[in-house]
């Protein structure tokens, strides 16, 4: 091959597998984004042509909002506790499942990874019916072990309303960091594992000093 065609076959390749890609996300999120930075320094009332800057005047007044710092509050305590659960439950599920510890663990896997599928707002309506105070099952199954004291409207409650619902996203997510985990654990080296297990390490011992270290990566992965 000519060194005029190479030049141009990856000149082809440049373009179009990089640069169009590029440049579609520029125009689809990056200018969204400019753009609505520029709008958080004006005042606009969303119709009129006439945008006046007036330069971090709106950050201070959102600073002094007590709404706006009570949603920020519960969006941190969302962020923290929503990729605790998940996390924690995505990487025991793993290690159990990669231990053995369940039968039929391919089978057991899928139901977990199934909601990934799920639309949210199919998942909305499902934990709906379930938590509904008159006839969800959470209610009725409290009815029938006679623990009356702890049924509530869970997503009405100011109380358990949040956290309620960072358990149904953990729900919804758990699959992801499940398969991510997973796949992490099928890198390693078995004879490893073999290795400790002649020297009498126990399932948690390997868990926490050969799993956990070589999931290290992963866990970032996940986490971001």
């Known amino acids: 091959m000519r060194f005029s065609e190479l030049v141009r076959k990856h000149t ?3 373009v179009f597998g ?21 709008l958080s320094f004006s005042k606009w009332n969303g119709l009129s042509p006439n945008i006046r800057l007036i330069g ?17 509050v519960n969006t941190l305590k969302w962020t923290v506790l929503s990729l605790s659960v998940s ?7 793993s ?11 391919t089978f057991f896997r899928s139901l977990i990874v199934l909601p990934v599928t799920m639309s ?6 499902m934990f709906s019916l ?30 358990t309303a949040l956290y309620v619902l960072i358990v149904v996203g953990a729900w919804g997510y758990a699959g992801v960091p499940l398969m991510l985990f997973h796949a992490g654990l099928c890198e390693l080296d078995s004879d490893l594992l073999d290795a400790a297990r002649l020297d009498g ?4 011992q390997l868990a926490r000093h050969i799993m956990l270290p070589a999931l290290k990566p992963v866990v970032v992965i996940v986490a971001i």
Do not use: C
């Open 12 to 14: 082809f390749i440049l």
């Open 18 to 38: 990089l640069l169009a890609p590029l440049a579609v996300f520029a125009i689809s999120a990056g200018y969204p984004i400019l753009y609505n930075l520029f």
């Open 56 to 72: 971090f005047r709106n950050y201070v007044e959102l600073a002094r909002d007590p709404v706006f710092i009570f949603s920020l």
């Open 87 to 93: 996390l924690s439950l995505g990487l025991s599920l």
């Open 95 to 105: 290690i159990v499942f990669y231990l053995g510890k369940v039968y039929l663990p």
């Open 120 to 125: 949210m707002v199919a998942t909305g309506i």
């Open 130 to 159: 379930i938590l509904s105070p008159d006839f969800g099952l959470l209610d009725q199954g409290l009815r029938l072990l006679h623990l009356t004291q702890l049924i509530r409207p869970w997503l009405g409650d100011y109380h």
């Open 201 to 204: 390490a126990s399932d948690f």
